[in-house]
């Protein structure tokens, strides 16, 4: 499996930005998904974004794109996501996650096998 650590949580005011980091080690499958899935309290976890580790095709949720940008650091093998325009519907524990291509679709978080601990990012109104 993938070892995932996540980094960059914290807090901040509606209308400001953070960069949330996924340090990934150990990674057995020559191509998959590298992604973000959020849960707040008292509701289910749900897909933010993604990027396919071969080709870095990003896949998005329609609410979160043009406000949150993913992207891969191919000499860390990390990859980030950073959030603008954040609003305090935002708020929610991040989880990085990754899976093989052949799990499921992307959306998906049966699709991915391997999760971090999670990074809380609070956005106040």
């Known amino acids: 499996q993938v070892q995932l650590v996540e980094s960059g949580g914290g807090s901040v005011q509606a209308g400001g930005s953070l960069r949330l980091s996924c340090a990934t080690s150990?990674?057995?499958?020559?191509?998959?998904?590298v992604g973000w899935f959020r849960q707040a309290p008292g509701k289910q976890r749900e897909f933010v974004a993604a990027?396919?580790?071969?080709?870095?095709?990003?896949y998005y949720t329609a609410s979160e794109k043009g406000r949150f940008t993913i992207s891969k650091d191919n000499a860390k093998t990390s990859i980030h996501l950073e959030m603008n325009s954040l609003k305090p519907e935002d708020t929610a524990a991040y989880y990085c996650?990754?899976?093989?291509?052949?799990?499921?679709?992307?959306?998906?978080?049966?699709?991915?096998?391997?999760w971090g601990q999670g990074t809380q990012v609070t956005v106040s109104s």
């Open positions: 996650a990754a899976g093989p291509m052949d799990r499921g679709e992307y959306f998906q978080s049966r699709s991915y096998d391997s």
């Open positions: 150990g990674r057995p499958f020559s191509d998959g998904r």
């Open positions: 990027v396919r580790w071969s080709d870095d095709t990003t």
